[in-house]
């Protein structure tokens, strides 16, 4: 799929590594695990949001914006890295947080939120849980347009047709990785949340005609939601692309046994998996959506889902930032959820 028609900004130098996982592995007892490290994706630190940025700020540059508007939970990577890509280009940020769990926004805060004051926020607005974000997002484009600057609203994780594009340019990276490395994978598992990353994935396999099924971990929805979300997100991809395809509804598969008692609440398997990959590969996943969906990944596993003669790969989205608002927890100092 060629997506040289697009501006781009370019964030990150080369490819993120593919690697096999040995010791995790042998913790786990099969099957074999391999990760694909786009949490050393460029932008302070970055993660999955790096890849949509390219194409969406890119796009604020040619509207001629001078301020990104975006949206997320109190400690939003997403964010984080719209922040330092705004940094970077020279172009400043508002940002809304929705307090998802009351209370739970703190100006003090540590991780993500730390950041957001380190790299000089223009301004945070906070609304409470259930706000409509893009009417919050359109009045503050309305204010800034008030005076005379120009925004340029950047949806929720980055998830639009644009946004995805960033998952094609992954798949198409990828495909290239396996093909050099001479590895054949059998299933990927990657988090699904706003849908931009399962989805332009989705995109870049259908349309690559990569034959590697997609396992999806919901870490803020049941498959009942998230699939359809999923499936829109697939479409619209291949839509903006100008490619003849039809998402099946078949190709979008998740599990949304992972993410409760809530969307970044903290539980039990989710601190196993934190202190698992740590403790084995000194990799570091983060406690809202990395370390949930390796806890699905090691209980399908465990289950027999993933069978041991599998080769399984696990992209690794980012977000190790967060671990440092929830310390004491992924050390296992404080009682979770189950
Ligand atoms: C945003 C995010 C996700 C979810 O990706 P979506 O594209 O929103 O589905 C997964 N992992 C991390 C670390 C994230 O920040």
Known sequence: MDLSRFPRRIYTHGETPLEFMPRFTQALGGPQVWIKRDDQLGLTPGGNKT???E??????????????????????????????AAVREGLKCRIVIEERVPESFSDEASGNHFMFRLMGVDNIDVVPAGTDMAAAMKRVADELAAVG??????????????????????????????FDQGVKIDRVVVGSGS??????????????RINIPIVGI?????????????????????????????????????????????????????????????????ILLDP????????????????????????ILFLHTGG?????????VVLGKVPVAD
């Open 51 to 53: 890849r949509k940025l």
């Open 195 to 208: 849908s931009g990353t399962h989805g332009g994935l989705l995109a870049g396999f259908l349309g690559n």
């Open 320 to 328: 190790a930032t967060s671990l440092h608002a929830y310390e004491q």
């Open 288 to 311: 809202v959506y990395t370390g949930k969906v390796m806890a699905g990944l090691i209980d399908l596993s465990r289950k027999g889902y993933f069978r041991k003669d599998e080769k």
């Open 149 to 178: 600057r120009k925004a340029y609203i950047i949806a929720g994780g980055g998830s639009n047709a644009l946004g995805g594009l960033g998952y094609v340019a992954c798949a198409q990276e990828l495909q290239q990785q396996l």
């Open 218 to 282: 919901g870490v803020s929805r049941d498959p009942a939601d998230q699939d359809p979300l999923v499936h829109r997100e697939a479409q619209a991809v291949c839509d903006l692309l100008g490619i003849d395809l039809t998402v099946p509804r078949e190709a979008v598969l998740s599990f949304g046994d992972y993410w409760r008692p809530k969307y970044s609440v903290p539980n039990r398997k989710m601190v196993e998996a934190v202190q698992m990959l740590a403790r084995t590969e000194g």
């Open 55 to 84: 194409f969406l700020v890119a796009d604020a540059l040619a509207q001629g914006a001078d301020t990104l508007v975006t949206c997320g939970a109190p400690q939003s990577n997403h964010c984080r890295i719209t922040l330092a």
